[in-house]
């Protein structure tokens, strides 16, 4: 019952930032904990962060912590990933992602719903 719509994708110099939104429906979004995840050409989905329904709580993947801020407004039903210091490798299509718990989760096979994705591309 939830649907995700991700935005904000583009285009970015190395060392740039990007700010990704999430817009969410459904009756259960403010029960949800939320993640982003990403792929790369010719690589595995990843997981990135995730916050849990309140927003009290995140985890981040080693490689973007400190540098990704992932937050989320129940109000307006979105969750946003603030990226900052980004680099080539970040260079991926992100997705959104929600799972059926209050909690965090940074394993992709909790997440029963996934958004489209939207493209992110850092150049050198």
């Known amino acids: 019952q939830v649907q995700l719509v991700e935005s904000g994708g583009g285009l970015v110099q190395g060392g740039g930032s990007l700010r990704l939104s999430c817009a969410a429906s459904g009756r259960t979004f403010n029960s949800a904990a939320m993640g982003w995840f990403r792929q790369a050409p010719g690589k595995e989905r990843e997981f990135v962060a995730t916050?849990?329904?309140?927003?009290?709580?995140?985890a981040y993947a080693d490689s973007v912590k400190g540098r990704f801020t992932i937050s989320r407004d129940n109000a307006k039903n979105t969750v946003s990933l603030q990226m900052n210091s980004l680099k080539p490798e970040d260079t991926a299509v992100y997705y959104c992602?929600?799972?059926?718990?209050?909690?965090?989760?940074?394993?992709?096979?909790?997440?029963?719903?996934w958004g489209q994705g939207t493209q992110v591309t850092v150049s050198s």
């Open positions: 992602a929600s799972a059926p718990t209050r909690w965090v989760s940074t394993r992709s096979y909790e997440y029963n719903y």
């Open positions: 916050i849990s329904w309140s927003g009290s709580s995140t």
